[in-house]
């Protein structure tokens, strides 16, 4: 979502006459597009502007602006610890960015208001090469989940109308682009002019040069049968979906306020699963949240066995202020929550791998990507489930083509494959 909203940013710049830098020494002003998630997002953040204090003061008429989440967050307390910004803009306010920086002399230029409108609909993104584009469908969020800054951050909860997504989407399936992930905190929560998500996507299916679609975040409540019934139906929807479920704990969900009980999760698993027979799943965990008990725990790592998830992002549980368990406090210790963190983990790794080995022998299409980090003279991609497979390059085989490629090995985060 951030290389998205940087992405915009860029294009706005452009507009105004700005043109981009690779590197940050030539720059003339200087943008750090931020999260606030968890404490230790900000933390990293601080650390940069420390770098970034050195080369404003090699030259004083550079502008150094903190966008974003963070500078929506704690405005008060940035411009405490870092008095040499020149500029703090929240998520809503990047149209104002060249007159914000026109503005930002001798003191600084704020402008964190949230707008409930603001969906930067008319302003195309400035995308990078790729055979992958992310566009946003919606922004914010109406869920208030107790632990979670993004409604506070990101404000309310509000969507792009579906001819502006399906003009960026003809646009981008005209430069290349293959694949499409609709973007939004709550994306299958999208509803604009009648048209809701289950909707949406079968209008973007509908692009021709389009060849797979996918979304990230849904939310287990909005997971309506229009959106099962699409992804099952729509061949270039494709059957993978990453759904956080948070905790497996009822008391934990209910405390954090996510609206569903683990069964109810479970039973929407099974509802997908028999609707999309070759899905992989992947989900959010949140470790040690307020009054998690070693019963709770242990619910979490049940519910991930029984999914059998395919991968998983796992964090420590972070107090975030202005959020409902703000007030509530930290109960576990961090030592705790470090080993809690470590089980996941250490069973994440476990289910990818028997998964992931599950796999040896079977064919896939690949979207191919380009060449792999590791691995001189292999190429990298994506199978239809989102795994990361490598293969032998070919001078044939170019960014952007589908192969079938044949599982030889498989690790817990990739599959090394043969063409097929
Ligand atoms: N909207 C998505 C959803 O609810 O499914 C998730 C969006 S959030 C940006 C990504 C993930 O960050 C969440 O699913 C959650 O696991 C994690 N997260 C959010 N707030 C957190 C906090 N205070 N501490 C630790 N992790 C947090
Ligand atoms: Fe945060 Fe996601 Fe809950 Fe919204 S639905 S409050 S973004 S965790």
């Given at each position: 979502?951030?290389?998205?909203?940087?992405?915009?940013?860029?294009?706005?710049?452009?507009?105004?006459?700005?043109?981009?830098?690779?590197?940050?020494?030539?720059?003339?002003?200087?943008?750090?597009?931020?999260?606030?998630?968890?404490?230790?997002?900000?933390?990293?953040?601080?650390?940069?502007?420390?770098?970034?204090?050195?080369?404003?003061?090699?030259?004083?008429?550079?502008?150094?602006?903190?966008?974003?989440?963070?500078?929506?967050?704690?405005?008060?307390?940035?411009?405490?610890?870092?008095?040499?910004?020149?500029?703090?803009?929240?998520?809503?306010?990047?149209?104002?960015?060249?007159?914000?920086?026109?503005?930002?002399?001798?003191?600084?230029?704020?402008?964190?208001?949230?707008?409930?409108?603001?969906?930067?609909?008319?302003?195309?993104?400035?995308?990078?090469?790729?055979?992958?584009?992310?566009?946003?469908?919606?922004?914010?969020?109406?869920?208030?989940?107790?632990?979670?800054?993004?409604?506070?951050?990101?404000?309310?909860?509000?969507?792009?109308?579906?001819?502006?997504?399906?003009?960026?989407?003809?646009?981008?399936?005209?430069?290349?682009?293959?694949?499409?992930?609709?973007?939004?905190?709550?994306?299958?929560?999208?509803?604009?002019?009648?048209?809701?998500?289950?909707?949406?996507?079968?209008?973007?299916?509908?692009?021709?040069?389009?060849?797979?679609?996918?979304?990230?975040?849904?939310?287990?409540?909005?997971?309506?049968?229009?959106?099962?019934?699409?992804?099952?139906?729509?061949?270039?929807?494709?059957?993978?979906?990453?759904?956080?479920?948070?905790?497996?704990?009822?008391?934990?969900?209910?405390?954090?306020?996510?609206?569903?009980?683990?069964?109810?999760?479970?039973?929407?698993?099974?509802?997908?699963?028999?609707?999309?027979?070759?899905?992989a799943l992947s989900?959010?965990?949140?470790?040690?949240?307020?009054?998690?008990?070693?019963?709770?725990?242990?619910?979490?790592?049940?519910?991930?066995?029984?999914v059998g998830y395919d991968s998983?992002?796992?964090?420590?549980?972070?107090?975030?202020?202005?959020?409902?368990?703000?007030?509530?406090?930290?109960?576990?210790?961090?030592?705790?929550?470090?080993?809690?963190?470590?089980?996941?983990?250490?069973?994440q790794?476990a289910l990818s791998l028997e998964r992931n080995r599950a796999l040896?022998?079977?064919?896939?299409?690949?979207?191919?990507?380009?060449?792999?980090?590791?691995?001189?003279?292999?190429?990298?991609?994506?199978?239809?489930q989102?795994k990361?497979?490598?293969?032998?390059?070919?001078?044939?085989?170019?960014?952007?083509?589908?192969?079938?490629?044949?599982?030889?090995?498989a690790?817990a985060?990739?599959l090394?494959?043969?063409?097929?």
């Amino acid at each position: 979502m951030n290389i998205a909203d940087s992405q915009t940013v860029t294009a706005i710049m452009r507009r105004a006459g700005y043109t981009a830098s690779d590197n940050a020494g030539d720059a003339d002003v200087i943008l750090l597009n931020t999260c606030a998630i968890r404490e230790h997002a900000e933390e990293r953040v601080l650390g940069r502007l420390s770098d970034l204090a050195r080369l404003k003061a090699a030259h004083p008429q550079r502008k150094l602006g903190l966008l974003g989440c963070m500078a929506q967050h704690n405005r008060a307390a940035l411009m405490r610890k870092a008095p040499w910004l020149d500029l703090v803009a929240g998520p809503d306010s990047y149209r104002r960015l060249p007159e914000l920086i026109a503005s930002a002399n001798f003191d600084p230029a704020i402008d964190v208001r949230l707008d409930r409108t603001e969906t930067y609909a008319d302003i195309p993104p400035e995308y990078e090469n790729s055979v992958r584009a992310y566009v946003t469908a919606m922004r914010g969020c109406d869920k208030f989940c107790a632990f979670c800054v993004v409604p506070y951050v990101r404000g309310r909860e509000r969507s792009v109308p579906a001819t502006d997504i399906l003009r960026e989407v003809r646009q981008l399936a005209a430069r290349g682009v293959k694949e499409i992930v609709l973007l939004g905190q709550t994306v299958n929560a999208y509803r604009c002019d009648q048209v809701g998500f289950g909707a949406l996507l079968r209008k973007v299916a509908a692009v021709e040069g389009i060849e797979r679609i996918r979304f990230t975040s849904p939310h287990p409540s909005d997971m309506t049968s229009d959106v099962i019934e699409a992804m099952a139906e729509e061949p270039k929807v494709q059957p993978y979906l990453h759904l956080p479920v948070q905790s497996g704990s009822d008391r934990v969900l209910a405390a954090m306020g996510r609206g569903y009980t683990s069964q109810a999760y479970l039973s929407l698993i099974e509802r997908l699963r028999s609707a999309i027979p070759n899905l992989a799943l992947s989900t959010d965990i949140i470790v040690g949240f307020h009054s998690e008990d070693q019963q709770d725990f242990a619910s979490t790592l049940g519910l991930m066995r029984a999914v059998g998830y395919d991968s998983a992002f796992m964090f420590k549980y972070s107090v975030r202020e202005h959020t409902r368990a703000f007030k509530l406090g930290d109960t576990v210790s961090d030592t705790e929550k470090s080993r809690r963190l470590s089980a996941v983990i250490d069973l994440q790794e476990a289910l990818s791998l028997e998964r992931n080995r599950a796999l040896l022998g079977c064919e896939f299409p690949v979207l191919v990507e380009g060449p792999a980090r590791r691995g001189a003279g292999m190429l990298v991609g994506k199978t239809p489930q989102f795994k990361t497979a490598l293969f032998p390059a070919a001078p044939s085989i170019r960014p952007g083509d589908t192969i079938r490629a044949r599982v030889d090995s498989a690790t817990a985060h990739s599959l090394v494959c043969a063409l097929a």
